[in-house]
């Protein structure tokens, strides 16, 4: 997704959010015309990180425990029992199956 993009998809849905309201000193007001551009660039960047970026973020929440990669290849090497391998694989590439890079 480019910059323009998201930004046309974030005063898309900031148009159809308005009014917009803030609230300073106890004083409930619309935006004002920079509050609503300032709201667009913020949504935009928003859209590009959830679009560009996040399936980073997801895969090292989602990405099998260290331990058990080291657990599992120390079988594989030592006992030459892939078992544990062969499930580490398979999460792995779940994963990444679930969490694509953007093209």
């Known amino acids: 997704m480019t910059i323009d993009e998201a930004t046309a998809l974030a005063e898309a849905q ?3 959010a308005k009014p917009m309201m803030k609230q300073v000193n106890n004083e ?3 935006f004002s015309s920079e509050d ?3 709201a667009v660039i913020d949504l935009a960047n928003n859209i ?3 679009a560009n970026e996040k399936w980073s973020q997801d895969r ?3 990405y099998p425990q260290m331990v058990e ?3 599992a290849y ?3 090497e030592i006992l030459e029992d892939s078992t544990k391998w062969d499930e580490y694989v398979v999460n792995y590439n779940q994963v990444r199956t ?3 890079k953007p093209s």
């Open 69 to 71: 990669f080291m657990e």
């Open 28 to 30: 409930v007001s619309e």
């Open 14 to 16: 900031i148009e159809d």
């Open 36 to 38: 609503y551009a300032q």
């Open 98 to 100: 679930d969490y694509p």
């Open 60 to 62: 090292a929440e989602h």
């Open 48 to 50: 590009m990180f959830e």
């Open 74 to 76: 120390t079988e594989k």
